[in-house]
């Protein structure tokens, strides 16, 4: 039996977890073992829930979170593949709830699958998200290919170059990724430092996060929302190469172009 059983608004939540998945390793975002997603599924718990045992004993995060108190989280488990993932998202990762102390989380379900290793990375990120009243409730890290390759162009990593160039290959990226995409310098992978500086961003108002030779950091709504932001700007990293490929640098739109989609659409500033 499944803790997704009888409820369909969580099971509803993890297969949208399981078919983001599924897409990123299409894609070849998620080689291996490559990406995590964690999604706040609080509003989902019920009483039988938070009358549940835990299977485990109690974790310690590595920092107290005061704004995770009661939250509870379906996490991508440590060493487990997106495409295994997609296949069976309930052995291939576990929901968790934090404890009263908020420095600790215990494994309730259904396996004792134990998360990624980043989970204090993506647990920090959604401590700051609801300490703003954020209505933010997934974050994903993964590696799309075109946006990996152009951070590796010092050029590219100066604030907002990219994020104009992006917008300005296809009307869609600026109207479906309005915020752009905010850079934070290579770092340790799963360091603090890294979760710090990509809070930053994040407090920069920037909904995706490019972490220097590495992947990139999404923070929405819900995990599809999260990952069409990063499929949108990869899109135009996409249309970038391809003209140059073919021998030329692209025109992109103007910025009186790019000005008129956003009065449009009545996109963010």
């Not at 420095?103 to 290793?117: F, G, K, L, M, R």
């Not at 590796?152 to 109207?175: C, V, Y």
Request: proline fraction near 6%; charged fraction near 25%; glycine fraction near 6%.
């Amino acid at each position: 039996m499944s803790i997704l059983d009888n409820r369909p608004l969580l099971a509803e939540a993890v297969a949208q977890v399981a078919e983001a998945a599924g897409y990123l390793w299409q894609k070849g975002w998620a080689e291996r073992n490559g990406g995590n997603i964690t999604i706040n599924i609080t509003e989902h718990v019920d009483d039988g829930m938070r009358a549940m045992d835990a299977i485990t004993e109690a974790r310690p995060i590595g920092d107290t979170l005061p704004h995770l108190k009661g939250c509870w989280f379906y996490c991508k488990g440590t060493q487990c593949r997106m495409r295994d993932l997609a296949r069976d998202p309930m052995a291939n990762g576990s929901i968790i709830r934090i404890t009263d102390d908020c420095a600790h989380y215990e494994i309730v379900a259904d396996n004792p699958v134990a998360p990624t290793s980043e989970l204090p990375s993506h647990l920090a990120v959604h401590n700051y998200l609801l300490g703003k009243g954020s209505p933010y409730r997934a974050s994903l890290h993964t590696h799309p290919i075109e946006l990996v390759a152009m951070s590796h162009n010092r050029d590219f990593l100066k604030k907002d170059e990219l994020t104009d160039l992006l917008w300005s290959m296809i009307p869609e990226t600026k109207a479906f990724a309005p915020r752009g995409l905010g850079i934070v310098p290579y770092m340790m992978p799963s360091s603090k430092q890294l979760a710090d500086e990509t809070i930053k961003a994040i407090d920069d108002n920037y909904d995706v996060v490019m972490w220097e030779k590495h992947g990139v950091f999404a923070v929405d709504t819900d995990i599809m929302a999260a990952f069409d932001q990063v499929d949108v700007l990869n899109k135009s990293a996409n249309i970038y190469m391809c003209a140059r490929s073919m021998g030329f640098v692209p025109d992109g739109m103007t910025p009186e172009q790019m000005r008129e989609i956003s009065t449009s659409f009545n996109l963010p500033k």
